[in-house]
């Protein structure tokens, strides 16, 4: 009897014990991070975010009318979202840091669904992010790297994160957490200093673009910063690996192109990436009976390979020219251009990359000639567009972990020449010549670095393309 209820209880406690240690796993904030402290701000009424550079901006202007309209339609004869996912009607945010997309969509059905389609909308489950955050829950990286994850959360998942000081620190997981950059992340920011550093305004104001706009559920406010290519710096500026080299900077590439000059070719990043139309803001259940139907508004799918793959096909163009020379030789010269982009070719994740492939074909359509085979960088460097790593040694290692950076990237408007030349002997049964650019969300040692996952978004996909008869 003693024996038996020994081991029933024994069995409890360990049941207990397993349990609870899978709970704190799980439960726990990432190594390094505190408790969250709410009382924590920088400036009164801000919350704002970890230092990484300096940029200034400009402050905001108008304040609205927070009168209810009446609004029919629904049971009780008024239109109220409901925040933060809760029920109850109440015209009121709940007490979360912030809101979900869920509570925007009420009013915003349009914008919201946009903006589903957006890498913003999956930034927290990106694989390149993804596999960072994961591994450092487990414990599989080393401090630097763990480091890097949880910056890289400042901007992949900003709801997730709640800044004490110098401090990151890890929140509860919530809804707008898992929803990466949603609605309110960007609509409240109020002022930003560089990448990674930036401010929200109050819970209850929403940021954007009308000096106009009024909402009967929270307050507004006009933000000429939002209109800026200075309000994406906050998070597509400067990124330096883990020994301090420079892997991307997408602002930088921009402002030293025609497009950030004052003139008829300028441009902001939301001129490409949130094109403007003609259209309604407010278009759910609960959106006012008042609200304007026509006015200009921007595309939330936020353009670009991953949620809109046509931006690939005017990014570059290709110019060949092949000629046969007298003594039977085959001269090639391909141009590659950076024609339709305001910033470095590629951009953003270093992973990214473009290749040149370059092939002879025979009557029949066979390749009998390529300027490559396995290796671009190692076969036909130049026809390579991208960021290389190396570690001191000289590997080839992912640019997040190289000592050395080697940058063939193309700037704006940039035009990169590549000639070949081939015998007659090489070239006589050559009967078309294509030259042809793929963009690689991620190369082959990429994948591998970070474990086969998201595979399906890091296939490779095709850009232009042009083909030249040989006689």
Not at 232 to 243: I, S
Not at 352 to 359: A, E, M, Q, S, Y
Not at 368 to 390: H, I, K, P, Q, T
Not at 450 to 469: D, E, H, I, Y
Request: charged share 20%; net charge positive.
């Amino acid at each position: 009897m003693i024996g038996s209820f020994f081991i029933i209880h024994s069995r409890k406690f360990l049941a207990f014990f397993i349990g609870f240690i899978f709970l704190a796993a799980f439960a726990l904030p990432l190594p390094g991070a505190e408790a969250q402290d709410s009382g924590a701000t920088k400036h009164k009424g801000m919350q704002s975010m970890p230092k990484q550079m300096q940029h200034g901006a400009d402050k905001a202007a108008t304040s609205t009318d927070m009168k209810k309209p009446k609004m029919g339609g629904h049971a009780g004869g008024m239109k109220k979202p409901m925040m933060g996912g809760h029920g109850g009607g109440m015209a009121k945010f709940n007490k979360v840091k912030f809101e979900p997309s869920s509570t925007c969509k009420q009013c915003h059905e349009t914008i919201v669904q946009e903006w589903s389609q957006s890498m913003h909308s999956r930034s927290r489950s990106a694989w390149y992010f993804s596999h960072k955050v994961a591994s450092e829950r487990m414990g599989m990286v080393c401090n630097n790297e763990r480091n890097e994850a949880i910056a890289c959360q400042t901007c992949h998942e900003p709801g997730g994160v709640y800044p004490f000081g110098d401090v990151i620190q890890k929140m509860p997981a919530a809804v707008a957490s898992a929803e990466g950059v949603t609605c309110d992340i960007c609509h409240r920011i109020s002022e930003v200093k560089g990448t990674g550093e930036f401010s929200f305004g109050p819970m209850d104001t929403k940021l954007g673009p009308y000096k106009d706009s009024k909402s009967p559920y929270h307050k507004t406010l006009y933000s000429p910063l939002m209109e800026s290519s200075e309000f994406c710096v906050a998070c597509h500026g400067q990124l330096n690996n883990l020994n301090g080299l420079n892997v991307c900077d997408t602002t930088r590439s921009w402002r030293k192109s025609k497009y950030a000059k004052p003139g008829k070719d300028a441009k902001t990043c939301q001129s490409c990436h949130m094109p403007a139309f003609s259209g309604a803001a407010a278009t759910g259940d609960a959106a006012p009976d008042d609200a304007p139907k026509n006015r200009t508004r921007h595309s939330h799918i936020f353009r670009g390979p991953n949620s809109d793959p046509t931006i690939l096909m005017t990014a570059a163009t290709l110019v060949q020219d092949v000629k046969r020379a007298a003594n039977g030789d085959l001269h090639i010269e391909v141009k590659v251009t950076n024609s339709g982009t305001g910033h470095d070719l590629p951009s953003g994740l270093p992973e990214r990359l473009i290749t040149l492939k370059v092939t002879g074909k025979d009557a029949s359509g066979k390749v009998v000639w390529e300027n490559w085979e396995e290796n671009v960088y190692e076969e036909d460097r130049m026809a390579a567009f991208g960021l290389y790593g190396f570690d001191p040694k000289g590997g080839e290692v992912p640019p997040m972990g190289a000592s050395k950076i080697d940058n063939l990237s193309l700037q704006p408007d940039e035009t990169r020449t590549l000639d070949y030349k081939l015998s007659k002997a090489d070239s006589a049964n050559i009967r078309s010549v294509e030259a042809k650019l793929t963009y690689h969300a991620a190369r082959p040692e990429g994948i591998f670095y970070f474990g086969n996952q998201g595979l399906a978004s890091v296939k490779p996909r095709p850009m232009t393309s042009v083909v030249t008869r040989v006689n």
